[in-house]
């Protein structure tokens, strides 16, 4: 009767240990259903493999299958990503590198202090407050939230690249941002104070917003690309600036610049300029060697220079120079602004290339009758258009 009893309480004991076994015991807690169905949906490259996130397709996500991924990326838009309001169980998710999610646009609840291997964040949102000080490794910070007001840094970050956009922060001033090469501020119409020069490493700037009136430049002596956008400037501003330190130089929707003076060798390594929307410009001023290259002398007022867009860059085989622009009398792009997509007539396109103020290429498209915008985000764009003749155009585009 013994012997019988000790048997009975080890296959007991071993039917137990399979019932746990068939029972996951690291599911990962996912309160927003909408977030939940993108996770379960999303699919990602695995050397040669196309894997499923959600591995054994048990409708549900386990820690163990969290920690396998190492970049969440959706550049596109869907229903299910305009729906997500909280990233709750993204801290399960200890090895992602990159997020880069921006179109989910109604995002309020967001905690990415688990997410210590962060390298990149591209995001969309609603949230007002966004705290890295655990993302001690991000590098690259893109964020195109109406309602944020305020970020906080680790003093030990190491981030080289931020892009924002709000509607109602006041104050960009982070002196922790030691290492800050690229500064793009869009869309910043609340922004009351910004102090550059506190960025020493600043390279790359752009800048738009209704509310700054000043920026002093004299300490960035790397800066080398420069865009300003629908600002109400103090001229001053431009006698700071020391052109020579440029390869790139955009201004626009500015009505107090009257003059632009790129003499003295300043202007002879420019890759581009891009100037639109200057009322008051009357003159642009560059030194005679650089004239072979397609640049001008001087740009007197032409009826035209209010609406006037134009590319100008080293040599005429690469870009188009202002009287060639003028020549192209049948160019077209319509609907300009553009909402959804877009046409271009009367040039025979190469493929078309849409670029950032900073002169980053965001999209390309092989040449169509229809031309969809609707992968990206709200923003200003610069659309060079690539003929076959070697040639290029360019039109601000997409507001």
């Not at 927003?32 to 996130?53: H, I, P, S």
Request: aromatic letters at 10%; proline letters at 3%; glycine letters at 4%.
């Amino acid at each position: 009767m013994k012997y019988f009893f000790t048997i009975l309480i080890a296959i007991s004991s071993l039917l137990s240990e399979e019932l746990k076994a068939s029972v996951p015991n690291d599911l990962v807690h996912i309160p927003d259903a909408a977030f939940k169905t993108f996770l379960l949906n999303y699919k990602y490259e695995d050397g040669d493999y196309v894997r499923n996130l959600d591995r054994n397709q048990d409708g549900e996500i386990q820690e163990s299958e969290a920690l396998l991924l190492k970049k969440l990326t959706a550049l596109g838009s869907t229903t299910t990503l305009s729906a997500i309001k909280s990233f709750r169980g993204i801290e399960h998710f200890k090895n992602l590198s990159h997020i880069e999610i921006p179109n989910c646009l109604q995002l309020e609840d967001i905690d990415l202090s688990q997410n210590e291997a962060l390298t990149l964040l591209y995001l969309g949102g609603k949230f007002t407050h966004l705290d890295l000080r655990n993302n001690l490794k991000l590098r690259s910070l893109d964020i195109n939230n109406s309602k944020l007001e305020h970020i906080l840094f680790n003093p030990n970050n190491i981030i080289r690249s931020i892009t924002l956009t709000s509607d109602v922060m006041e104050t960009f001033n982070y002196p922790t941002l030691k290492n800050l090469s690229s500064l793009h501020l869009i869309f910043m119409d609340a922004l009351k104070e910004l102090d550059i020069k506190i960025y020493p490493e600043l390279k790359n700037l752009s800048l738009g917003s209704k509310t700054i009136k000043y920026l002093d430049f004299k300490d960035l002596k790397k800066l080398n690309s420069l865009y300003l956008d629908d600002l109400t400037i103090d001229l001053r501003t431009f006698t700071l600036l020391d052109f020579k330190y440029l390869n790139s130089f955009g201004l626009r929707n500015i009505a107090t610049v009257e003059q632009i003076d790129l003499k003295d060798n300043h202007s002879t390594h420019f890759e581009y300029i891009y100037l639109d929307a200057l009322p008051q410009l009357k003159k642009v001023c560059v030194d005679d060697e650089v004239e072979k290259d397609s640049f001008i002398k001087a740009l007197e007022p032409k009826n035209s220079w209010k609406n006037l867009t134009y590319l100008v860059g080293k040599s005429c085989e690469e870009n188009l120079s202002i009287a060639q622009i003028h020549s192209i009398k049948k160019l077209q792009i319509s609907p300009n602004p553009v909402k959804t997509s877009f046409t271009v007539k009367g040039i025979d396109v190469k493929y078309l290339e849409l670029i950032n103020y900073a002169g980053q290429t965001i999209k390309t498209w092989n040449p169509q009758s229809n031309y969809t915008t609707e992968d990206l985000p709200k923003g200003s764009y610069i659309l060079i258009i690539h003929g076959f003749d070697s040639t290029k155009s360019a039109k601000l585009l997409i507001e």
